[in-house]
């Protein structure tokens, strides 16, 4: 008999209706012979909502109250799917972080998972039981709760399924799947049949919300199966699997935009070691996450120093840089409030060359200028006016994607 892991995410959840349709699912799955366990999400907004609470009450709320406090939102939803599932004569029973034995290391709200105890959940299964598993929490070595990090569901499902050795982990959302690009910005954009799990981790840590990336992560090292589908229709998912192939020969899989992004440039630092450590170590501990760094080469022993980072460090960051750039007697300091990161991702670009010069010349036909460039084994981003975010976007999906189907890997 196939053991599956189901994962509902907050909307699947979200009220009582949504509740019940889910357990409608996973009855159906039960009744066609499948051995299923479920984790759940906190109910759609539960989580903010307990986040902004404990803020209200203290502005640097303990972390460990914290976590005791936001891992209610999967412990209610897990308890209400139980209880619908056995008023709909479906046997089913809870598990908690301690139940399950999720041990984690004890940073709380960012807790790294070390181990899970298959057996409970098993025997549970083998009883003919649905093991409904609340997402997102566990266990440290004193007992203490702890939370595994924002969207991290995803990852307990992933980890819960590696550990049950299931046939597959089923992942269901408000979206139908993973999608070459962002409908709401290319009409041409389509769901994919197939992603590659490192075209997927590229995508999630691009910003694509659709899956945890840490749970990619997990799903890649344990070869875990993985479909994204949608709770609230039975249309074919997207499945993240390992490439073969006809995977490879797919140039580019998706297009993404991040417009929340800002760029920050210390003009004419001097050459010399030590100086870029000068300028990227206050950054760091102050906890700002950079993105992109370029450094150009020298020409009379100055350089410029450009980088990217999130939105919301922007001003943060420009403070610190300023006190820098005065301290190492840089020219000056740059600053762009918004900009926009466009990047595509595809497994092909390992074995194809040309990528990023097609690229390149499909902005430049668009007229829109690349102010950065960055480039990984599967990936080329370019950070451009975000003005011509949008355009950059749909002129590469359509250069790249278009509307031709993709060998073997596009629905
Ligand atoms: N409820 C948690 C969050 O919102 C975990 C999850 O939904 O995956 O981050
Ligand atoms: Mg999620």
Same mark, same amino acid.
């Given at each position: 008999?196939?053991?599956?892991?189901?994962?509902?995410?907050?909307?699947?959840? &979200?009220?009582?209706?949504?509740?019940?349709?889910?357990?409608?699912?996973?009855?159906?799955?039960?009744?066609?012979?499948?051995?299923?366990?479920?984790?759940?999400?906190? @109910?759609?907004?539960?989580?903010?909502?307990? %986040?902004?609470?404990?803020?209200?009450? &203290?502005?640097?709320?303990?972390?460990?109250?914290?976590?005791?406090?936001?891992? +209610?939102?999967?412990?209610?939803?897990?308890?209400?799917?139980?209880?619908?599932?056995?008023?709909?004569?479906?046997?089913?029973?809870?598990?908690?972080?301690?139940?399950?034995?999720? *041990?984690? !290391?004890?940073?709380? &709200?960012?807790?790294?998972?070390?181990?899970?105890?298959?057996?409970?959940? @098993?025997?549970?299964?083998?009883?003919?039981?649905?093991?409904?598993?609340?997402?997102?929490?566990?266990?440290?070595?004193? &007992?203490?709760?702890? +939370?595994?990090?924002?969207?991290?569901?995803?990852?307990?499902?992933?980890?819960?399924?590696?550990?049950?050795?299931? !046939?597959?982990?089923?992942?269901?959302?408000?979206?139908?799947?993973? %999608?070459?690009?962002?409908?709401?910005?290319?009409? +041409?954009?389509?769901?994919? *049949?197939?992603?590659?799990?490192?075209?997927?981790?590229?995508?999630?840590?691009?910003?694509?919300?659709?899956?945890?990336?840490?749970?990619? #992560?997990?799903?890649?090292?344990?070869?875990?199966?993985?479909?994204?589908?949608?709770?609230?229709?039975?249309? #074919?998912?997207?499945?993240?699997?390992?490439?073969?192939?006809?995977?490879?020969?797919?140039?580019?899989?998706?297009?993404?935009?991040?417009?929340?992004?800002?760029?920050?440039?210390?003009?004419?630092?001097?050459?010399?070691?030590?100086?870029?450590?000068?300028?990227?170590?206050?950054?760091?501990? *102050?906890?700002?996450?950079?993105?992109?760094?370029?450094?150009?080469?020298? *020409?009379?022993?100055?350089?410029?120093?450009? %980088? +990217?980072?999130?939105?919301?460090?922007?001003?943060?960051?420009?403070?610190?840089?300023?006190?820098?750039?005065?301290?190492?007697?840089?020219?000056?300091?740059?600053?762009?409030?918004?900009?926009?990161?466009?990047?595509?991702?595809?497994?092909? @670009?390992?074995?194809?060359?040309?990528?990023?010069?097609?690229?390149?010349?499909?902005?430049?036909?668009?007229?829109?200028?690349?102010?950065?460039?960055?480039?990984?084994?599967?990936?080329?981003?370019?950070?451009?006016?975000?003005?011509?975010? #949008?355009?950059?976007?749909?002129?590469?999906?359509?250069? %790249?994607?278009?509307?031709?189907?993709?060998?073997?890997?596009?629905?």
């Amino acid at each position: 008999m196939p053991l599956i892991v189901q994962k509902y995410g907050g909307t699947s959840v &979200g009220s009582v209706e949504r509740i019940k349709a889910v357990a409608e699912r996973v009855r159906r799955a039960a009744a066609r012979g499948d051995r299923v366990a479920v984790v759940v999400s906190a @109910m759609a907004g539960e989580t903010n909502r307990l %986040f902004a609470l404990a803020r209200e009450l &203290g502005e640097l709320p303990d972390p460990r109250e914290t976590d005791v406090l936001v891992a +209610t939102g999967e412990q209610v939803s897990a308890a209400l799917l139980a209880i619908r599932l056995n008023a709909l004569g479906c046997p089913a029973v809870s598990f908690l972080a301690h139940q399950l034995k999720l *041990a984690t !290391d004890s940073h709380h &709200g960012r807790a790294k998972i070390k181990s899970i105890d298959r057996d409970q959940v @098993m025997s549970a299964i083998e009883l003919g039981n649905i093991a409904v598993v609340a997402g997102f929490q566990g266990v440290d070595e004193r &007992g203490d709760i702890t +939370t595994l990090g924002r969207g991290a569901s995803d990852l307990t499902a992933v980890a819960l399924a590696a550990a049950l050795k299931a !046939d597959v982990c089923e992942i269901y959302t408000d979206v139908d799947g993973v %999608f070459t690009a962002d409908p709401n910005l290319c009409p +041409t954009a389509r769901k994919l *049949a197939r992603i590659t799990y490192d075209e997927m981790l590229e995508l999630a840590g691009l910003g694509a919300k659709v899956l945890q990336s840490r749970s990619v #992560e997990l799903a890649r090292r344990y070869q875990v199966p993985l479909v994204v589908r949608s709770s609230f229709n039975d249309a #074919e998912g997207t499945w993240v699997v390992q490439a073969d192939q006809a995977m490879e020969d797919v140039l580019v899989s998706g297009v993404t935009l991040d417009q929340n992004q800002s760029k920050i440039t210390l003009a004419g630092v001097e050459d010399r070691p030590g100086l870029a450590a000068r300028i990227f170590v206050p950054i760091a501990e *102050a906890g700002i996450t950079v993105d992109m760094i370029i450094q150009n080469a020298s *020409a009379d022993g100055r350089t410029d120093v450009t %980088f +990217t980072l999130g939105k919301d460090d922007s001003r943060r960051a420009l403070d610190l840089v300023k006190r820098v750039a005065a301290e190492i007697g840089a020219q000056g300091v740059r600053h762009e409030e918004q900009v926009a990161k466009v990047s595509i991702v595809g497994i092909g @670009m390992r074995s194809h060359a040309g990528v990023a010069a097609k690229m390149f010349q499909v902005l430049a036909a668009e007229r829109i200028n690349i102010e950065m460039i960055a480039t990984s084994e599967i990936k080329v981003s370019v950070v451009v006016s975000s003005r011509y975010g #949008e355009l950059a976007t749909r002129a590469l999906h359509d250069a %790249f994607v278009g509307g031709a189907a993709a060998p073997g890997a596009n629905a």
